[in-house]
């Protein structure tokens, strides 16, 4: 393997633009060269759905598009092939974007311990995020508990401007695993993938730019009509690191306007979110707050399929779970809806949803996902109170009042016209094209909600 100065070990962070640990791994390196590194880890890979590693395939081969072709691909468990490929390389150093998540700094502990037996140095640079996750903090020292305070001190915090990309770099030539390659390649040509926007940092700028001249203005009245193009579409791009949030503030820097102060916080809750769980990261899968303890939940694998498959008979349920499925994405007011109908109306616990999420978005985030599902559920912090049901019927009604959004993901539903749509059992020939009936009566287990809820306190 051919030598290198420093390795750059690329993981949520798969660009060349603002990346702080590249131009440390510049540095580090000198004279020498640097070599950018992925590792494919089977168990990760395998594991994802097929739209996460189709997103996953196509932004890896637009980054090593981007780094002139030398991304070195390789396949195994990184805790053996990064102090590996040290070894051969004779790197003298390893450079990552801090990781914040459990499992990943679970994995990044192991690595760092093995390089430091061998005498190679571990360096951090930066996160995936404007404000490192433990950063934020109030007057005694502590965490924020609820979003609004850590918003504001977010805000009062700051974030440095955008990282300029090292000059005089070079980058190592080294040949990656062929067969990690064919596996990518491979992933981009599975069957029933949905449509993606296109992948890498270059597009990931350009609908960046394009929404900030198109849609930036009207984005605090429209992001949550789920039939009007209202939102970015960023997050995608946000979640695998093609694009960095510092990079979005800056060109928010000056904007004013209640779309752009919306879309501040928007970032600020994903970042918000990141915080919880790098503070308590037992809550990627458990209850934060232990305010529902007793619950009785449902386990309904019959009813729980009719969801995941968008056959419940809500119809603005079954579009936005279509949409799941035919586009690896949802709208963000659809997934408080389809999440509520699972806890509240099918009374499943919340992390069945939060893993059917996960194994289709291209932008499934643990903390923003699971942290969101618990917003819903009542269990998260600043969480919805569990009394709050969302009707699947007004709530199509109110953010699709056409019923546009249904049409297009609910094709039995077609011939209705206008919000006829939202309540097919009123319309006639609601049923003639084989849309499902209802598999369950909202206002009869609302009721059943509530009553489950106050189980809980008495």
Same mark, same amino acid.
């Given at each position: 393997?051919?030598?290198?100065?420093?390795?750059?070990?690329?993981?949520?962070?798969?660009?060349?633009?603002?990346?702080?640990?590249?131009?440390?791994?510049?540095?580090?390196?000198?004279?020498?060269?640097?070599?950018?590194?992925?590792?494919?880890? =089977?168990?990760?890979?395998?594991?994802?759905?097929?739209?996460? %590693?189709?997103?996953?395939?196509?932004? @890896?081969?637009?980054?090593?598009?981007?780094? &002139?072709?030398?991304? #070195?691909?390789?396949?195994?468990?990184?805790?053996?092939?990064?102090?590996?490929?040290?070894? *051969?390389?004779?790197?003298?150093?390893?450079?990552?974007?801090? *990781?914040?998540?459990?499992?990943?700094?679970?994995?990044?502990?192991?690595?760092?311990?093995?390089?430091?037996?061998?005498?190679?140095?571990?360096?951090?640079?930066?996160?995936?995020?404007?404000?490192?996750?433990?950063?934020?903090?109030?007057?005694?020292?502590?965490?924020?508990?609820?979003?609004?305070?850590?918003?504001?001190?977010?805000?009062?915090?700051?974030?440095?401007?955008?990282?300029?990309?090292?000059?005089?770099?070079? @980058?190592?030539?080294?040949?990656?695993?062929?067969?990690?390659?064919?596996?990518?390649?491979?992933?981009?040509?599975?069957?029933?993938?949905?449509?993606?926007?296109?992948?890498?940092?270059?597009?990931?700028?350009? %609908?960046?730019?394009?929404?900030?001249?198109?849609?930036?203005?009207?984005?605090?009245?429209? %992001?949550?009509?789920?039939? @009007? =193009?209202?939102?970015?579409?960023?997050?995608?791009?946000?979640?695998?690191?093609?694009?960095?949030?510092?990079?979005?503030?800056?060109?928010?820097?000056? %904007?004013?306007?209640?779309?752009?102060?919306?879309?501040?916080?928007?970032? #600020?809750?994903?970042?918000?979110?990141?915080?919880?769980?790098?503070?308590?990261?037992?809550?990627?899968?458990? &209850?934060?707050?232990?305010?529902?303890?007793?619950?009785?939940?449902?386990?309904?694998?019959?009813?729980?399929?009719?969801?995941?498959?968008?056959?419940?008979?809500?119809?603005?349920?079954?579009?936005?779970?279509?949409?799941?499925?035919?586009?690896?994405?949802?709208?963000?007011?659809?997934?408080?809806?389809?999440?509520?109908?699972?806890?509240?109306?099918?009374?499943?616990?919340?992390?069945?949803?939060?893993?059917?999420?996960?194994?289709?978005?291209?932008?499934?985030?643990?903390?923003?996902?699971?942290?969101? $599902?618990? $917003?819903?559920?009542?269990?998260?912090?600043?969480?919805?109170?569990?009394?709050?049901?969302?009707?699947?019927?007004?709530?199509?009604?109110?953010?699709?009042?056409?019923?546009?959004?249904?049409?297009?993901?609910?094709?039995?539903?077609?011939?209705?016209?206008?919000?006829?749509?939202?309540?097919?059992?009123?319309?006639?020939?609601?049923?003639?094209?084989?849309?499902?009936?209802?598999?369950?009566?909202?206002?009869?287990?609302?009721?059943?909600?509530?009553?489950?809820?106050?189980?809980?306190?008495?």
């Amino acid at each position: 393997m051919a030598r290198a100065g420093s390795i750059l070990w690329l993981r949520r962070d798969l660009r060349r633009g603002d990346l702080p640990a590249l131009g440390a791994a510049a540095e580090a390196a000198g004279d020498s060269s640097v070599l950018v590194l992925y590792v494919l880890d =089977p168990t990760l890979w395998k594991g994802a759905g097929d739209a996460r %590693r189709a997103w996953l395939a196509a932004t @890896l081969e637009a980054a090593n598009e981007a780094y &002139d072709g030398r991304l #070195c691909l390789l396949s195994g468990n990184p805790r053996t092939v990064v102090p590996r490929v040290a070894k *051969e390389t004779g790197a003298g150093s390893v450079h990552v974007s801090r *990781e914040t998540t459990p499992a990943g700094r679970r994995r990044d502990e192991a690595v760092r311990e093995r390089l430091e037996e061998a005498g190679v140095g571990w360096v951090e640079t930066g996160t995936p995020y404007a404000v490192g996750p433990g950063s934020v903090v109030n007057g005694s020292g502590t965490e924020y508990k609820v979003f609004t305070p850590f918003s504001k001190a977010w805000r009062d915090h700051g974030w440095p401007d955008p990282a300029s990309e090292p000059k005089g770099m070079t @980058l190592s030539r080294v040949a990656s695993d062929d067969d990690a390659w064919k596996e990518v390649r491979a992933a981009l040509r599975g069957k029933d993938l949905p449509e993606m926007p296109d992948a890498g940092e270059q597009a990931a700028l350009r %609908r960046w730019h394009d929404f900030l001249d198109d849609g930036l203005a009207d984005y605090g009245d429209r %992001r949550d009509r789920a039939d @009007l =193009p209202g939102v970015s579409r960023m997050s995608a791009y946000l979640k695998i690191g093609a694009i960095h949030p510092r990079t979005m503030l800056k060109d928010l820097a000056g %904007r004013r306007g209640k779309g752009a102060e919306t879309y501040r916080t928007e970032l #600020c809750w994903r970042e918000f979110y990141a915080d919880v769980l790098w503070r308590h990261p037992q809550s990627a899968w458990a &209850d934060l707050r232990p305010a529902l303890q007793g619950m009785t939940y449902e386990s309904h694998e019959d009813l729980v399929e009719a969801w995941r498959q968008g056959r419940t008979g809500y119809p603005v349920v079954d579009a936005a779970m279509r949409q799941l499925l035919s586009e690896g994405w949802m709208h963000n007011r659809m997934r408080m809806v389809t999440a509520s109908f699972l806890t509240k109306d099918l009374h499943v616990w919340w992390p069945v949803g939060a893993r059917h999420f996960l194994d289709h978005l291209i932008d499934g985030d643990i903390a923003s996902n699971n942290h969101g $599902w618990q $917003w819903v559920a009542g269990t998260g912090t600043d969480a919805s109170p569990y009394f709050r049901v969302f009707n699947p019927v007004t709530q199509g009604q109110r953010y699709d009042p056409d019923g546009d959004y249904v049409r297009r993901y609910v094709p039995e539903l077609a011939h209705l016209s206008g919000a006829a749509v939202h309540e097919p059992w009123k319309a006639d020939g609601g049923y003639e094209h084989g849309y499902p009936e209802r598999i369950v009566d909202h206002a009869e287990e609302r009721l059943e909600a509530l009553r489950r809820y106050e189980a809980t306190r008495a």
